[in-house]
């Protein structure tokens, strides 16, 4: 649906299940999600059930699958999610599922895109983000997609046995459209 350089976003489908479960108990992954307890497939098809049917402005949220724009491999999931109608306001998350696969432009292109779809489609005013502060591969890509440090939630995530403190990024529209104006062709297909 939605080309970048690297990727393409489309509809999560039922059918990524297996996809899901290849990596999603890859600890090396979640320990950057805050989590690593084990998920089951029961529980995974559960969350994904409903991420396939909601409907990002009357269910607030939305999450697409993120696959390689060359060979189609599924690679991961962006969302924007607690989608505020009132303040045009909505939280981003993402996740690279193999660490094979990160470090390779695939997640800025993607926050990229969803940024786009944000404020080109959904008409948000600010999207925002909270990222533990040892992960600084997450907020160099952050960074490169236009997101921007905005402040500090003190040691407020219990991770690996000590308490973290949380990185609160944030783009607004008006910068977003300094780089992408409306009108601003984003690669369809
Ligand atoms: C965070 C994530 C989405 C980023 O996507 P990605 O495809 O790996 O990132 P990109 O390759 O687009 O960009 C990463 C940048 O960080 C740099 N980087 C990698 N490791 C780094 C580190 N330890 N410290 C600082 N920078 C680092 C890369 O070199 C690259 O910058 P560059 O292009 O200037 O060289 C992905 O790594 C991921 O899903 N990780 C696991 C789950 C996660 O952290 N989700 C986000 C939770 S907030």
């Known amino acids: ?17 297996d996809n899901i479960m290849k990596h999603w108990n890859t600890y090396e992954m979640r320990r ?6 084990p998920m089951s ?7 994904l059930e409903k991420a396939t049917t909601q409907d990002a402005r009357k269910d607030g949220s939305i ?12 690679l991961g999931t962006a969302s ?20 094979e696969k990160m470090s390779k432009g695939y997640g800025t292109d ?7 779809i944000g404020f080109h489609q959904l008409g948000l005013n600010s999207i925002y983000l909270y990222t533990l502060s ?7 890509a952050y960074e490169k997609a236009g997101f921007k440090r905005g402040g ?15 990185i609160i990024m944030d783009i607004l529209r008006d910068e977003f459209f300094e780089k992408y104006p409306p009108g601003t062709p984003i690669a369809k297909g």
């Open 1 to 17: 649906m939605y080309c970048g350089e690297h990727v393409r976003l489309r509809a999560l489908e039922m059918s990524d299940l």
């Open 32 to 37: 950057f999600l805050g989590s690593t307890l």
């Open 41 to 47: 497939e029961r529980a995974e098809k559960e969350w």
């Open 63 to 74: 999450v697409l699958a993120i696959e390689d724009k060359k060979t189609q491999e599924f």
């Open 80 to 99: 924007l999610f607690d989608i505020s109608s009132h303040s045009r306001r909505a939280e981003f998350g993402i996740a690279i599922h193999d660490p």
């Open 110 to 116: 993607a926050t990229r895109l969803t940024l786009w």
């Open 134 to 140: 040892f992960n600084e591969r997450a907020q160099r």
């Open 152 to 166: 500090i939630f003190r040691k407020s995530m219990f991770a690996e046995g000590d308490f973290h403190d949380m």
